[in-house]
Nanobody, 120 residues
Framework: QVHLVESGGGLVQPGGSLRLSCAASGSIFSINAMAWYRQVPGKQRDLVAVINSGGVTNYADSVKGRFTISRDNAKNTVYLQMNSLKPEDTAVYYC??????????????WGQGTQVTVSS
């Protein structure tokens, strides 16, 4: 099994910044893509940003220029630096990782989610 643990959410004023972290552990042989999604009540879970093992990134249009995804492959950890936060960024943020386990089977795992609230 592969477990993801997120941290770094909280309450921030509009225009502020937060940094989310997500550490993967367990039976990991390799991790291909790591990503951040977000979800508000009653809506689907949407992709925010993704980074592959080579460091290539992709972002949702709504966060381009404000959010930065990065990863530390040695620590199996992905980060999301969020700047210039807006009230519409309020959501539960979920970490996702896809890769190969030590049993050489594919995995796709989710974190438990961390709440981000942008409000004055």
């Amino acid at each position: 099994q592969v477990h993801l643990v997120e941290s770094g959410g909280g309450l921030v004023q509009p225009g502020g910044s937060l940094r989310l972290s997500c550490a993967a552990s367990g039976s990991i042989f390799s991790i291909n893509a790591m990503a951040w999604y977000r979800q508000v009540p009653g809506k689907q879970r949407d992709l925010v940003a993704v980074i592959n093992s080579g460091g290539v990134t992709n972002y949702a249009d709504s966060v381009k220029g404000r959010f930065t995804i990065s990863r530390d492959n040695a620590k199996n950890t992905v980060y999301l630096q969020m700047n210039s936060l807006k009230p519409e960024d309020t959501a539960v943020y979920y970490c996702n990782a896809e890769g190969t386990s030590t049993f050489f089977s594919k995995f796709r795992s989710w974190g438990q989610g961390t709440q981000v609230t942008v409000s004055s």
